[in-house]
């Protein structure tokens, strides 16, 4: 064993940086979050938790906390075109038929995450203005003038990434033509609207999606619209809210009454990158949306950040600093054989949704075959699949 902890700095406390905060400090290494924003608001809409990310927090003993603010994902969800023709159920179970999903506030979410850490691994309302690494440290300087040294430095600051230019060419983040309406209602604004339904109806360029978050008391709407202009990518910017309803003019009566209860809307610009050519550069990784951003079709941007936490909380312990560099680069090459592929599928899926993936009749079937897709993404335990390769590996051909 090392003669002396691993200490590493993640910079960026969402979803990402903070599940990996989590997942290495109950494995002992030494971590310290710094997030530009003050303490957590209210900021922020819905987002799904998948079986995939929801088993890692559980086992971070975060499940009760979970459980308290998530709002179950289960019956009555459904796929509907847009005239509310029924085209196949949603997969809300794993094969053994464990139901792991959650709706989630992002802000309640963030709060369980940051509460399952020591408050002083977290240091708020620093933002990261420079990075710079030798053969034995990196070095981290924040707008507020404070410093930082760590062996290793994990980038998990969003997909305007300012770190990511230190491991790879900076590439711009692809608008993909579309927009994201969002919000919150008060469910009892809606109480015909079924307790555990997350419905989707698909249109002509389109789709629309209602589920529940906060333990069921919201319901979270999410309209997908196309746009020539280019949205600015935000979880506050406030958006229009007639735009959204003439948008969905003429569609099934349930999405057409839900939306006549809608006050106000943010909007959010959706952007995704191709497959960065590479993650890591010396003690330096990204991580989430940094590493890997994807459209949200398969709700997976957070749960494969979360993947990515764990996976190297298993990598990192009781590793030594001279290791870091070696570690980051398995780290990448482990990751990124099931990122890639969820990158591509969100892609795919967003085409589906939007009636823009051949017939009809075709993109319905391909719906209902999606089964075996969310099998393979849900089943997917990333603590054992880290921790078989890097058996596999000799764990790190190690001396
Ligand atoms: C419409 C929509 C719906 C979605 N639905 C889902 C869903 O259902 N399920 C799902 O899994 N995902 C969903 N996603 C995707 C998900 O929100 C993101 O993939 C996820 O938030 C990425 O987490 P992250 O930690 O990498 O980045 P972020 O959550 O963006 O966090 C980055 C953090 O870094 C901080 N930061 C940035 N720069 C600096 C700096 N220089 N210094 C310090 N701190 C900094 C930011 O303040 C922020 O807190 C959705 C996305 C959209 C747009």
């Not at 963030?110 to 850490?117: D, E, N, Q, T």
């Not at 919150?184 to 604004?189: G, S, T, Y």
């Not at 999405?255 to 209860?261: A, D, I, M, S, Y």
Request: with cysteine.
């Amino acid at each position: 064993m090392p003669s002396k902890r691993l200490k590493v700095a993640i910079v960026g406390g969402g979803i990402g940086g903070l599940s990996a905060a989590n997942a290495m400090f109950r494995r002992g290494i030494d971590v310290t979050v710094w997030e530009q924003v003050d303490p957590l608001g209210e900021t922020g809409t819905g987002l799904s938790l998948f079986p995939n990310g929801l088993r890692q927090l559980e086992r971070m003993k975060l499940g009760d906390a979970l459980a308290g603010v998530g709002a179950k994902i289960g019956e009555g969800s459904g796929y509907y075109r847009m005239d509310g023709t029924f085209v196949s159920r949603v997969v809300t179970t794993v094969s053994t038929g464990w139901n792991g999903i959650y709706g989630m506030h992002r802000a309640d979410l963030l709060r369980v995450l940051a509460g399952g850490l020591p408050s002083t691994a977290i240091r708020w309302g620093h933002r990261c203005i420079g990075f710079e690494q030798s053969a034995f440290f990196a070095h981290l300087k924040f707008a507020t003038g404070r410093t930082d040294t760590a062996d290793v430095v994990i980038a998990a600051d969003g997909i305007q990434s300012s770190l990511q230019k230190y491991v790879v060419e900076p590439s711009t983040p692809e608008y993909s033509g579309s927009r994201a309406y969002r919000g919150l209602i008060p469910r009892e604004k809606v109480p015909e609207w079924p307790k555990e339904a997350h419905q989707i109806w698909m249109g002509d360029g389109k789709h629309f999606m209602v589920y529940p978050v906060r333990s069921g008391r919201l319901l979270n709407y999410v309209g997908f619209v196309p746009t020539r202009s280019e949205t600015i990518e935000s979880w506050s910017a406030t958006g229009n809210r007639d735009e959204l309803t003439a948008s969905f003019e003429g569609w099934d009566a349930r999405v057409v009454g839900f939306l006549e209860k809608v006050e106000t809307c943010f909007w959010w610009g959706l952007y995704d990158r191709r497959p960065l050519p590479s993650w890591a550069k010396g003690r330096l990784a990204l991580l989430g949306d940094a590493a890997h951003a994807m459209l949200p079709h398969l709700g997976q941007g957070a749960n494969q950040a979360i993947e990515d936490g764990v996976a190297l909380a298993v990598f990192l312990e009781g590793r030594d600093s001279a290791e870091a560099s070696d570690v980051l680069g398995r780290y990448e090459a482990f990751r990124r054989e099931r990122t890639d592929v969820v990158q591509a599928e969100a892609r795919k899926q967003g085409l589906r949704l939007d009636s823009r993936s051949g017939s009809l009749q075709q993109r319905d079937q391909e719906i209902a075959r999606s089964v075996e897709f969310r099998k393979w993404l849900y089943d997917y335990d990333v603590e054992k699949a880290a921790t078989a390769y890097l058996t596999k590996c000799g764990k790190l051909a190690r001396a």
